[in-house]
């Protein structure tokens, strides 16, 4: 059998490097169901590791050439990056995507920073019905162990239990179709993914008797010698689950007014649930957070986006996206549902403020100290502190494209565009009881740890005390705003072609202010604070009361191919840019809420 094939041909015209990600790729490559794993597969990214899906739900690293700063991630063109964390808002259906774009350099001037760009696009709908129904699941009787007998006795404190799948389903669905042929279509989507996995030596003690034993002898260290590998089962059957649950609304509408004038609107929601974030063989089930989010007129975290695009004529056309994201979740309580609800920020200097209802109750871990054993590290009681954040973010963005041909020799597309992005950002933490209790075991010896019952000042064994810290609640709050321009054009004559451009970001940011309450155990060392917001603070070095400085930067971008044979076979590229971070709050300097 003779199979014969024409050579690859290389993309002579393209100066970024990347890579992009159809949805045909999308369905047939064996990976993990999530963005995060598919960009892993572009040419100098790594992402963390997320084996079978059991990562799936939880937002992985990643890295471009050494570094993992400034990633941005992009919906259909417009920004949605998280500024506070560097990171996506949102998760996602997978069943959704119609393409994902990944750009790692080159030299775009549209690109704000150096680091790793992505755009997601999902599907539309068309003049002809059509959609999918995805189901997949897995549990622990369709995997392997990985843990053999020399892993296992290796564990900390005794053994090592592995984290085993417990179960992974998804079902999503996806459909669309016309509403007026040719002028009108809608789309819509839904899925639900529900992860549940085992966290090394994290035991549920109110499983059986048995696994009550496990948790108190990894509290103080002294697991080995309880079982054998012989009964790994048993251990691993112990592992209280750390589940996560994520539900994805998306909806989308297109419009086609004329031949000039197209329309979208964009609607997608994102619903987290974990229960036990933070678990690990060192944390008890009540040290552990339940992330959550907002969810107005039951839409969690929803993102909106509008778009028009104006084809003015057959060599200028405009594309301009309103992006709003509302950004935010909660880090709470065990108990936060029965408890008085998430730990929300009230803007009052007064603890009492936040004591109503079944909060006051002393039994609340809102109320609860938490406690940390110095001898094994292990953690307990309650939550050190919960975590409320705000991060809304609104974009406003327009691009054009002019082509122009036989110029100076040779063909150009300018390529230009304006935009406009606020991002403020509010956190809150509330410090459970004010304050922080540590034991150790008499000496700091496991040896000495006993029964793991607090005893008296001079046992021989047992917990004893070590120390308090005292806390207030803390508060961060800043406004961040830019504005950016850029033009760039792109130059083929012959063999070559040139992209060079010119971008011009300007940021600034204020300090909003706002109070946070007294210490409850002593407001005489840690009393209530209010602040006003401001945008002006005292120079160290003048004493004198000065403006932050906003930040204005020009960026300067070059990129050439050159086709050295003629036949698209081999092309030399090279690049040269400058970039600045993508946010830069100064702000956050003037307030000492969060100290």
């Given amino acids: 059998i003779t199979v014969s094939a024409a050579a690859p041909v290389v993309d002579t015209r393209k100066t970024t490097t990347g890579g992009t990600f159809t949805a045909e790729i999308l369905e047939k490559i064996p990976t993990a169901r999530d963005p995060w794993q598919i960009i892993n597969m572009t040419p100098g990214v790594q992402a963390g590791l997320n084996v079978g899906g059991s990562s799936s739900g939880q937002q992985v690293g990643l890295q471009s050439r050494g570094t993992g700063a400034s990633v941005q991630w992009n919906l259909e063109g417009g920004s949605i990056t ?26 775009d001037v549209s690109v704000q920073s150096s680091g790793l760009s992505i755009n997601l696009v999902t599907k539309s709908g068309s ?29 900390t404190g005794g053994f090592l239990s592995g984290n085993p799948i417990k179960r992974i389903y998804n079902a999503s669905i ?7 042929k040719n002028k009108l279509w809608w789309w819509a989507a839904a899925d639900r993914q529900d992860t549940n996995v085992g966290v090394l030596n994290f035991f549920d003690r109110d499983r059986s008797a048995q696994c009550a034993t496990f948790a108190d002898a990894q509290r103080t260290g002294s697991l080995g010698g309880l079982v054998t590998f012989a009964d790994l089962d048993k251990v691993q059957d112990c592992l ?22 197209k329309f979208q609107y964009m609607l997608t929601t994102d619903s987290k649930f974990r229960n036990a974030r933070g678990a690990s063989a060192n944390t008890a089930k009540e040290a552990t957070q339940q992330q959550t989010s907002d969810a107005p007129w039951k839409l969690p975290l929803q993102t909106h986006q509008g778009t028009h695009t104006w084809i003015a004529n057959d060599r200028l056309v405009f594309n301009s996206i309103y992006t709003y994201v509302k950004g935010g979740f909660f880090l709470d309580y065990q108990d936060f549902k029965s408890c008085g609800g998430n730990s929300r920020y009230n803007g009052s200097d007064d603890f009492n403020s936040y004591l109503t209802g079944p909060r006051a109750d002393a039994g609340c871990l809102w109320n609860q100290q938490a406690l940390t054993l110095r001898t094994t590290g292990f953690r307990s009681r309650s939550l050190t502190g919960t975590y409320q954040t705000v991060r809304p973010s609104h974009e406003l963005k327009t691009d054009g494209t002019y082509f122009l041909t036989n110029v100076l020799g040779g063909d150009h597309s300018l390529k230009f565009g304006a935009g406009y992005r606020k991002n403020p950002i509010l956190s809150f933490s509330h410090y459970s009881g004010g304050a922080r209790a540590w034991q150790q075991c008499v000496g700091n010896s496991s040896a000495n740890c006993g029964t793991g019952q607090t005893v008296p000042v001079g046992s021989a064994t047992g917990l004893v005390p070590y120390r308090a810290e005292l806390y207030r609640d803390q508060l961060r709050n800043n406004n961040w705003w830019a504005y950016n321009g850029y033009i760039q054009d792109s130059y083929s004559y012959k063999r070559l072609r040139v992209n060079a451009g010119l971008r011009y970001d300007w940021q600034q940011s204020e300090y909003l202010g706002g109070c946070v309450p007294a210490n409850i155990i002593r407001p005489d060392l840690l009393p209530a604070q209010c602040e006003e917001g401001t945008s002006s603070g005292v120079d160290p070095n003048t004493g004198e009361l000065e403006e932050i400085q ?3 930067n020009f960026s300067p971008r070059m990129s050439l191919t050159y086709d050295l044979s003629g036949n698209g076979k081999t092309v030399l590229r090279a690049s ?10 100064l702000a956050d300097s003037l307030g000492a809420l969060f100290t």
């Avoid at 500024?83 to 959704?96: G, I, M, Q, T, V």
């Avoid at 549990?139 to 392997?144: A, G, H, P, R, V």
């Avoid at 007998?149 to 564990?155: A, W």
């Avoid at 994520?246 to 004038?261: D, R, W, Y």
């Fill in 82 to 107: 998280d500024l506070s964390s560097n990171s996506s808002p949102s998760y996602f259906n997978f069943d959704a995507f119609e393409q994902i774009s990944v750009v790692n350099g080159g030299g």
């Fill in 127 to 155: 003049n002809v019905f059509k959609g999918s129904l995805v189901g997949t699941f897995s549990n622990d009787k369709l995997q392997d162990g990985n843990v053999d007998e020399d892993l296992f006795n290796r564990g």
């Fill in 174 to 180: 996806e459909y669309g179709g016309p509403v007026l």
């Fill in 240 to 261: 209280a689950k750390d589940q996560t649950i994520i539900k994805n609304l998306q909806g989308k509408l297109n419009f086609t007014l004329n031949a000039s004038h």
């Fill in 550 to 552: 906003p930040f204005g």
């Fill in 576 to 585: 040269g840019s400058y970039y600045y971070a993508t946010k830069i709050t």
